[in-house]
């Protein structure tokens, strides 16, 4: 009998090493071990079990059925083991084993994902994304329900935060103007508000929305006010109806897509954007929320999809 006869967590690791090599000598070698030390091993677990988990033969060494199962359940061990190692270092490193992010949806598909990537292999942080618009993710952090998020807000009148809320611009995101491709303007090279004063638009339910906010003092300057013909959230509603030729919109260029039947175009003569900021606690954030602000500054953009016509 071997010292103890208890079960350790190497010999868990060399009953794997052998599965996965097919030799106990491409085990020793994958483990860093001399092939002694992986038999030694081997050899007291088989005798703390008091089965054979390993069948040996010239070609090499393969799992009995006893093996295959009791593997099995080694592996979640060493899974689940492996998952407290990097929680507990995170926290210990980074002030939190899971970050929890609020997002709004068009900063969740275009902005977040590089950044987070580069978030969890920088630091083997997790992350938790909670998507939602802006007020709501501003409740949620005021709650302690999130760690940080990403806002959208008009640059020229900031959302207000509470004392405890600090807020980091990170870029501007231009609006542009979306036509049937059947418009009379579509050939243009950029279109002017003025020149869609008789255009339906599509407009957001909320009339607080910076997008509309801005479209809705445009047009004042212009002398006009917009028709809306669609309110909704969902951009994809909002090309669909483009392309059918109901109306037009005013979309972040963050939010355009390629589309059949509509094109793109900036605006003439007025330059319409809402800012996208970085919000944290001013006080107490975790390391990890400022890794998070790095990773987005280093790699943010707004992707520019292609435009259809001239």
Known sequence: MYAGDVLELRQLTVLQAIARAGSLAGAARSLHYSQPTVAHHLAALESHLGVDLVSRTTRGATLTDLGQLFLGHAESVLDRLGSAEAEVKALARHGVATLRIGTFPTAGAHVLPRAVAALEVRTGVRVELH????????????????HCALIYDDPEAPVHLFDE??????????????????????????????????????????????????????????????????????????????????????????????????????????????????????????????????????????????????
């Open 165 to 310: 809320l600090k807020m980091v611009a990170l870029f501007d995101d231009p609006f542009r103007v979306v036509l049937p491709a059947s418009h009379p303007l579509a050939q243009r090279k950029s279109v002017a508000i003025a020149d869609l004063a008789d255009d339906g638009w599509m407009m957001s339910r909320d009339p607080e929305e910076p997008g509309d906010a801005a479209l809705r003092a445009a047009c004042a300057a212009e002398g006009f006010t917009p028709r809306p013909v669609l309110r909704t959230e969902d951009y994809d509603v909002m090309f669909g109806f483009v392309a059918a030729g109901v109306g037009v919109a005013l979309v972040p260029q963050m939010a355009l897509v390629e589309r059949e039947g509509v094109v793109v175009r900036p605006l003439a003569g007025v330059q319409l954007r809402r800012s996208i900021r970085f919000v944290s606690f001013a006080e107490d954030a975790p390391p990890a929320a400022a890794a998070l602000f790095a990773a987005l500054r280093a790699g943010a953009t707004v992707s520019r999809p292609h435009q259809k016509g001239p």
């Open 131 to 146: 998507e939602a618009e802006p007020p709501e993710l501003i409740e949620r952090l005021l709650a302690r329900e999130l």
